[in-house]
Nanobody, 125 residues
Framework: QVQLVESGGGLVQAGGSLRLSCAASGRTFSSYRMGWFRQAPGKEREFVAAINWNTGRTYYADSVKGRFTISRDNAKNTVDLQMNSLKPEDTAVYLC??????????????????WGQGTQVTVSS
């Protein structure tokens, strides 16, 4: 069974940075697709960024492109999300997800098999 645990959330002022990390246990992710999603109060869960663990290829939502960077650390078996130039509208619970499909990238909620519990990110104006 795969377990995902997010960390690194917190309170930051607008324009600041945070780095989220998703630690995986149960197996390694060398053949997985990984993603970050977020959900703000009263809103639907939305895609943020995705990475193919094997190829390193990435994909971003337009709202975060140029500000957020997704990466993987093979030694630590983690997927990180570096968030720069944060805005109040980035405030949400950020969730890590994993999909056991080897090919391409996944940006739809229904494509992911495993989910973490989430970490809160709050950006003050």
């Amino acid at each position: 069974q795969v377990q995902l645990v997010e960390s690194g959330g917190g309170l930051v002022q607008a324009g600041g940075s945070l780095r989220l990390s998703c630690a995986a246990s149960g197996r390694t992710f060398s053949s997985y697709r990984m993603g970050w999603f977020r959900q703000a109060p009263g809103k639907e869960r939305e895609f943020v960024a995705a990475i193919n663990w094997n190829t390193g290829r990435t994909y971003y939502a337009d709202s975060v492109k140029g500000r957020f960077t997704i990466s993987r650390d093979n030694a630590k078996n983690t997927v990180d999300l570096q968030m720069n130039s944060l805005k109040p509208e980035d405030t949400a619970v950020y969730l890590c997800a994993a999909d056991s499909n080897l090919y391409g990238l996944a940006y739809r909620i229904g494509e992911y098999d495993y989910w973490g519990q989430g970490t809160q990110v709050t950006v003050s104006s």
